[in-house]
């Protein structure tokens, strides 16, 4: 029997009637309910992401990210919509922000420690920007874990077998786990080697040679100075194993095992070393030998060392001088030269030991047999890979190069190559000339070439390959560029006597007029330096390039124009029709022009961006330069032909002038965009006024390329708008183009860049070619204040040498009147100064370091003092003139320049706290005293140097009482080993007054000018002290380094520029500008130029030493500022003697006079090593400003009446002239009217 089961649903219809009744109210409110769900999933803010989560050890900032946004960005008092808290209170604090709106994040003050357990939870009450509900998991939580490693010393490498080990970690630990988790793991050792902790002395030293006692003093179990707990052996490999389980205080343990890899160092051992010519050769007798120690070995027992041979005991020289005897090394040099061909003993002194206490591993070792072999063989030009030979320096007008020789064949072949000279009548171009000067320039430079390459070079049978792994390359010293070439002729050099190998001499090369490549050839160079393999008749080639000459090309190249000045080597005067040709470095001509009386020939269409050869097959060199070339006859009729490439300015380089540069062919543009105002509201409209303007020599010009985008960018979230821009032409012919910009209601706040650009993108890339940044303006909320006022001195003078300074306020309506009764505050703030005038930016006016007996680790202390507060809040009341009076007192007296910032606060009745600032300098003495000096000097050297005197307001002083005095500041260092394979450096700094240097007055330009010799090497300060009219002094300070005598075959700075020094800055046109030029050269040619985007106008003047003065007439197309150049040229110095007026005197005898008295004294005979005499070359440089009245618009604003009603009308009458008085007819004007209370904000 079936039966059938039937269920029904609970219905109203089978319920009794008060069930029914709730059923229905039960119902109803799931359907609320649900709808209310419905709503809530519409619009809820939800958290996507947020982190950190679970457990994550290095925690310090929190990242929340929603779905939609969640406020208005920009708006500052958006709330938070999470709460932080952890378990410790102290790390958890932390400030939150938000960065989008869509992002909230937290950061806290410090990275939070290891142990820390953090909760976030939501806010009650935060809705978002829509209004939507906040919704999503009430809580998140996260914690740091136990402790790790952040930093350990040693940091790896190789070990002591007492090693000590310091643990940084990332907070505290206990010592318990610490001791318990961590080992050491030994190669060779099969088990875990326990560690130990140090003793606290032991850990205290450590800490502080790592600068860590302050820092594990406030949190000491961050810090763990470990040993293995027992002795390592030598060589072998250690682990310092951190295991999982260190935990900190509170119980949380580390759950991750970190290893870090040592190797213990090798027995004591020392190695010997010497250069040789080959592996199986005896050591060079000129170079030194050294011995080289594995382990520091103290230096007092070092020096002990000897090297005995010859029949001396020579004794160990250090690198470093300067350290202390107590101090450790790592090597000791003896010496070169050392006799030929003699056997030596290097012998250790008893108990020699490392400064652990080690002997050596090997000690029958030493003493240590070794010797010296014969000179090894020598062919060198003085000069390589290129040389410049006087034509005329020697007294018979021929040209030599220097060779030096040794050791090689007694008859040496040289070869010359004379490339482009056909005969007088048809000179060939410079291509030739340029492609030889850059094939021996790349195989001077390169050890080694491509075979390929060298294949396409040289004539002849490459050297054969000896190494299979390197059959590309073949050394160039193997190669032979001249075998084979046209042209080629073979020069005889002297022989030596009786057919034995050369000794050690000098030999002359004649050379005719013109550039010459040289090539030598030589069996026993190549039997000494080259490989075996390549078999005995191995050849060894020694090449280089010269130029023999009686000429000297000088170039100039600016972005409009170029020019070259062509001067004589012997006596420095200029050269009248020479042909001056410019081309770049592939040999095609730029340019050509042929001097004047003055030796100047102007060059046009020579771009500043010289063409580029780099990456070509001839090479790099000369890439980015121009060759310049000079050809002309002398009074004999001899042609002479001389070079140079516009980067040959070593020494003379823009950047050693302080002066802007730029090799860009286009002129520099200069954009500014004029508001009507930079402060708005969001809803507001900003107006602007675009101007584009190219610098030219002659002032400004028109671009033509103009910017067409406009582009707004938000400065914190980059947000862009962007709009056309239209230029026009305005009936002057100037241009310029006009935008407005409605800002949205709902813009963001902050700063907003403006920008002009060329093409739709961002980059160059995307098709945008230029873009001028030009201005900003700010979007802010803000209250329009009712008040303005000012605070500052009561006295209108300077503040000199004070004490107190009585303070004045005074606050007035913006609308008329006096703020009478308001309460102020007033606080004042004493901080250092930085003393800097722009007319005088290479000058140091900083004070001098404290003059203390001894500073340790080089902690060098300026005299100045940290900023402090002289006045707290001082409360005044206004009086009924809206003035108000306080004194800031017990000031201390100022021994340098310093800054008094004064504020005085008080409440708006706009309901804001404005506050009112000014800032004073108080003065030491009513004159400013400055220096400018060189970076180092030789001490067989003067040092040149210029003391400056100033008024307080930067203009020059003259008669100021100036004295200036150097403090010797000499460094000890020596490097002093810990227990535990540490090892510590201790510097002192000692200061040494070595008295005045300089003293005197200043002149009309505020200057003295001093030369001084300073003896003690090492850094040396020099202080200058000026006196103002009641004996008040202003001290600034500049340190120059001076290096000990040999040391440099130059002194002072390596560069060849002088002082162009300029009657005052600033000019009008019309006046004399005079420039004092401070040339080393009794008498000198100079080329005097006006540069400012190329070459505005040129002179030739000659410079006498007794009054070295120039003077320009100041022009008015100059403005607004000009560069002055001074190129001072002086030939070749000779001795003069008196019997000379009878062989050339009587036929000049004006020129003897003056050669005899003036040359023959500065006469110095060249060494082997320097020729004071030779020819020289000395440039400077000086700005000036030039007034820029005569383009001035004299613009005068008025109106029809002193004051308006609301919505009333203003009558405005501009009026505008020009220079010479005529109406300015035509000009544009921007007007624009500001509240002036915006003013005030």
Known sequence: MRR???????????????????????????????????????????????????????????????????????????????????SDAQAGKGTGRWTGERQWVFDFENDLAPGVRCTVTRVAGFKAADGGEFAGPASYQFNTGGPFVRNIRPGGGRIDEQQFFVLELNGAASTDTLLANVWCQVDGIGERVPVKALASADRAALLASMGATERAAKDPLRFAALQCNRTLPPSAKVQLVYGAGVATPSGIANKVERRFNFQVREPFAVSFSCERENAQAACLPL???????????????????????????????FSDENQDAEGLVDSVNFPAPFPEQTPFTVELPAGFKDASDRPLASPGSFPLKVATGAMPPLAKFAASPFGVVERLAEPNGVALMPVTVRNVEPALRVQALVPGQVSDLNPKTDAEIIAWFRKVRRYDNAYTV????????????????????????????????????????????????????????????????????????SQKLGDSLLDERYGSGRTMYVRTSALATNLAVHFKLGRENAMAWVTSLDKGKVVAGATVRVSGCDGKEVAVGTTDASGIATLKGVSPDAPSCAGNDDGEYGGGAYFVSARAKDEKGVEDLAFTWSDWQRGIEPWRFNVPTSLQPDPDAIAHTIFDRTLLRAGETVS???????????????????????VLTHTGSGQQYTQPVKWRKTPTGGQSAENTFAIPPAAKLGAYEVMLRTGKGDSAEEGAARSFGTGQFRVEEFRLPVLEGRVGPADKKPLVAVTS????????????????????????????????????????????????????NDEEATASDDARVVADKLPTTLDKSGAGKVTIDKLPLAKAPRDLLIEATYSD????????????????????????????VSTDKKLKFQALALDLSGKPQADVAIDVRAVARITTSSRKRMVGGFYTYDNKTETKDL??????????????????????????????????????????????????????????EDNDRI???????????????????????????????????????????????????????????????AYVSVLALRGRLRDVPWYSFFTWGFKAPREWWTAFWYEGKEYVAPTALVDLSKPAYRLGLAEIRVGTQAHQIDVKVTSDKPSYPVRGKAQISITGKLPDGKPAAGAEVALAAVDQALLEL
């Open 805 to 856: 300074v009585p303070t004045d306020v005074q606050v007035n309506y913006v609308a008329g009147g006096a703020a009478a009764n308001l309460p102020v505050r007033v606080s004042a703030l004493l901080r250092g100064k930085s003393v800097n005038f722009a007319d005088y930016d290479m000058f140091s006016f900083s004070p001098p370091q404290k003059q203390d007996a001894t500073t340790s």
């Open 909 to 936: 009745p706009n309901g804001e706290v404005q506050t009112l600032r000014s800032t004073h300098t108080l003065w030491p003495a009513a004159v400013i005293a400055g220096l400018k000096t060189e970076g180092w």
């Open 4 to 86: 059938k089961c039937i269920e029904r649903s609970p219905t109203s219809d089978n319920l009794p009637s008060h069930r029914r009744d709730r059923l229905k109210n039960i119902y109803k409110n799931l359907t609320a309910a649900a709808l209310a769900g419905l709503s809530l999933g519409a619009h809820a803010l939800q958290i996507t992401s947020l982190t950190p989560q679970g457990e994550v050890a290095r925690v310090r900032q929190i990242v929340a990210k929603f779905d939609q946004a969640a406020v208005s960005f920009g708006d500052p008092k958006a709330p938070a919509p999470l709460a932080v808290s952890c």
């Open 287 to 317: 170079r030194p030998m050294s011995l080289s120690f594995n382990a520091p070995v103290p230096r007092k027992l070092a020096a002990q060392i000897v090297v005995k041979g010859g029949g001396k005991s020579i004794a160990p020289k």
């Open 688 to 710: 602007m006024k675009h101007i584009l303007r190219t610098q030219t020599s002659a002032g400004f010009g028109l671009p033509q390329n103009l910017p067409d985008t406009l």
């Open 1059 to 1121: 002082d162009v020094l300029p009657e005052k800055k600033s000019y009008q046109p019309g006046e004399t500008a005079r420039f004092q030029v401070r040339s080393p050269f009794r008498f000198a040619t100079a080329l005097v130029a006006v540069e400012r985007e190329g070459i505005i106008e040129t002179h030739v003047v000659q410079l006498n030493g007794q009054d070295p003065t120039v003077s320009l007439q100041v022009k008015a197309n100059w403005g607004p500022n």
């Open 450 to 521: 491509e075979r390929k390459e060298a294949a396409r070079d040289v004539k002849g049978v490459l050297p054969r390959v000896i190494d299979k792994d390197d059959r590309t390359r073949v050394q160039t010293r193997m190669l032979s560029l001249l075998n084979g070439q046209t042209g080629v002729k073979t020069l005889d050099m002297p022989k030596s006597e009786g057919g034995d190998p050369r000794p050690f001499e000098v030999i002359g090369i004649p050379l005719t007029p013109g550039f010459h490549v040289l090539e030598i050839a």
């Open 995 to 1052: 008295g005045s240097v300089c003293s005197g007055k200043s002149d009309a330009r505020g200057l003295l000018l001093c030369d001084a010799s300073l003896k003690e090497a090492g850094q040396v300060e020099l202080v200058v002290s000026a006196k103002d009219g009641e004996g008040r002094a202003s001290l600034a300070a500049s340190s120059v380094y001076v290096t000990k005598q040999g040391e440099l075959w130059f002194g002072g």
